[in-house]
């Protein structure tokens, strides 16, 4: 079973650029789908962008033109690159993910989630 961590979050001004990591264990995580999520205080958690196998992307409209994902596959890593961020980008970011596609991956109801990093957009 492939176990992921995240990393790379912190304080930033409004406007400013983070790279988040996620980094997984396990030999088959090429034919994962993977996701960045986030969850707010006081809200649910929701999909931010997520990226096939293959390298296809999709984006929550909230953050299309702001946010990159991106993979590479022989560090076993995802990134989400961010920038221009906003106080309501503040959240605690998790990634997860799935070996099949990313239509699967929005359907998923995932059971297990890792510590998240905290991303605070703030002056």
């Known amino acids: 079973q492939v176990q992921f961590e995240e990393s790379g979050g912190g304080l930033v001004q409004p406007g400013g650029s983070l790279r988040l990591s996620c980094a997984a264990s396990?030999?088959?995580?090429?034919?994962?789908?993977m996701g960045w999520y986030r969850q707010a205080p006081g809200k649910q958690r929701e999909s931010v962008a997520a990226?096939?196998?293959?390298?296809?992307?999709n984006y929550a409209d909230s953050v299309k033109g702001r946010f990159t994902i991106s993979r590479d596959n022989a560090k076993k890593t995802v990134y989400l690159q961010m920038n221009s961020l906003k106080p309501e980008d503040t959240a605690v970011y998790y990634c997860?993910?799935?070996?099949?596609?990313?239509?699967?991956?929005?359907?998923?109801?995932?059971?297990?989630w890792g510590q998240g990093t905290q991303v605070t957009v703030s002056s």
């Open positions: 990226i096939s196998s293959a390298g296809s992307t």
């Open positions: 997860n993910g799935l070996r099949g596609t990313m239509e699967a991956l929005y359907s998923k109801q995932f059971r297990s």
């Open positions: 396990g030999s088959i995580f090429m034919l994962y789908a």
